[in-house]
């Protein structure tokens, strides 16, 4: 509205001047300063215009691109979740095995590592599963692997390794009681909930494995937070239960290596030697979880 009436007196001016022939310096003047501030205005208006341009093409590439980025993401999410789809059935079919899908050998031989470090594992032989218990396993809140812990996966990777065996792949699988993470410590190191702490301690089993010539290719490494409980959440005991890393020896070729193990003439289960037992019974133990 303001512009309009500066026009009309631009105009009123124009017709001033027609009628009058001659008008005063002071209203000349007037009339000219109001004409040039309304160009510099039109000129501002359009030079806005012209940026307003520039940032909705700059907008437009860049909505183009983030489209791009979120169709190439969800390929891979696609991927990612085909991928732990396979090792969900792996790992849900080797807890279903209702009998040892282990030449007895094997069995017997990991039975007996197991009871020479029960403090830090146990085997389950009717799944072939060795169990590691988190709280003996890892320093409190953390990956990392305790000096015990360490020893009796190095003595694990020898018997994992033997020539009839070295064939089978291994599931590790990480475990969570159902407290949420907490510690400004554990959450710094980038473990920021129960999801990322059950995952990165089946990884720190898993990378241990390969430090002694255990081949990538046989392992598998997930982590299912506190989504599957061995015991009651409710108590101290429930929880410690469930705080755990499972290694699972699949059976992928456990049908055609077993006759290759039994005529190694391997029908008792070997004897640890003293060096091997002191290494693996008497370094020192982890504390509690303090997540």
């Known amino acids: 509205m303001r512009d309009v009436k500066r026009w009309l007196s631009v105009a009123a001016f124009g017709v001033s001047v027609g009628l009058t022939g ?15 501030q309304l160009r510099n205005e039109i000129q501002s208006a359009r030079a806005e215009a012209d940026e307003f341009r520039n940032q909705l093409g700059a907008v437009s590439e860049a909505t183009q691109g983030k489209d791009e980025q979120i169709t190439a993401l969800s390929s891979e999410k696609s991927e990612l979740q085909a991928q732990l789809d396979e090792i969900n059935k792996q790992y849900a079919e080797a807890l279903e095995r209702a009998s040892n899908p282990l030449p007895k050998a094997l069995s017997n031989e990991l ?29 409190a809140g953390s990956i ?42 554990t959450i ?17 089993v898993g990378k241990c494995l390969q430090k002694c ?7 598998a490494m997930v ?14 005991d429930g929880r410690a239960k469930n705080r755990r890393v ?25 004897k640890a030697t003293p060096a091997q037992h002191d290494a693996t019974a008497h ?4 504390s509690a979880l303090n997540k």
């Open 283 to 286: 370094t020192d133990g982890g």
């Open 223 to 236: 982590g299912y937070a506190d989504q599957r409980p061995q015991a009651s959440n409710a108590t101290e």
């Open 213 to 219: 010539d255990v081949s990538a290719s046989r392992l």
């Open 111 to 139: 039975s007996e590592f197991a009871s020479k470090n029960s403090d830090v594992l146990d085997f389950d032989a009717s799944r072939g599963m060795v169990k590691f218990k988190s709280d003996v396993s890892f320093a």
């Open 188 to 204: 710094k190191q980038g473990h920021l909930d129960n999801w990322y702490l059950s995952a990165h301690r089946a990884i720190s």
């Open 246 to 270: 499972e290694l699972i020896i699949l059976p992928t070729k456990a049908q055609a290596a077993s006759a290759e193990w039994m005529s190694t003439g391997r029908h008792t289960a070997k």
């Open 144 to 185: 990392e692997l305790t000096p015990k812990a360490k020893a009796a996966i190095t003595h694990l990777s020898k018997i994992l390794n033997d020539q009839g065996v070295k064939g089978y792949e291994l599931m590790i699988a990480g475990h969570t009681d159902a407290m949420p993470v907490q510690r400004a410590a």
């Open 22 to 36: 001659c008008v005063s310096s002071s209203q000349f003047k007037k009339v000219e300063a109001e004409r040039n």
